[in-house]
């Protein structure tokens, strides 16, 4: 069974870079899939952020790539995902997730979520 | 800003039949699969229609899914209680070096 965990500061100041990590179990990146985030401010929709392949392939939301950097550690079996000069508006439930690019575009295993708010 | 429009929000009673629809344009829908998403109160959205029409494995046939042109379709059927949950859309657009897009999510209320 494939599992993804999310892990990081809930609470990030304003203009610093958010920084999660997730750890997959079950599955070994190295095998196949992309894998990424999405994200979703409370009481909103969902917002995908970007994804990455095991040889380190990415795609990016264009309204948010030039904040984004999405990385992967093959080693650890994690992705992680940096997010700079955040404002309040990047106060959201970020889910790493598997699929979502390439010839798997379903999102068929999420993490269970984890809340990050923006304040100082 | 999502690029793919679903009504805010659908009901019925215990029993009907519910419909969401999912506009788009020639770079997403119309030309890639759609893909529908259930996210209950308080979890992780769950993948409920693959391919535009394919269920994943332990979804119930009360669901299907249905694409036509840049415009593409949610069925519930025999309607539960525990159907009540946000529903999203999502494709891939080709715009803009390729990105994965959702909907604007659409609220199903079972009266």
Redesign the interface.
Known sequence: QVQLQESGPGLVKPSETLSLTCAVSGYSISSGYYWGWIRQPPGKGLEWIGTIYHSGSTYYNPSLKSRVTISVDTSKNQFSLQLSSVTAADTAVYYCARGGSGSYLQIDYWGQGTLVTVSS | ??VLTQPPSASGTPGQRVTISCSGSSSNIGS??V?W?Q?LPGT????LI??NNER?SGVPDRFSGSKSGTSASLAISGLRSEDEA?Y?C???DDS??????????TKVTVL
Request: hydrophobic share 30%.
């Open positions: 800003q999502s890639n699969y893909y998403y996210q992780a959205p769950k993948l693959y391919r994943p946000d999203y999502a494709a891939w803009l070096s390729g990105h994965y897009v959702f909907g604007t999510g």
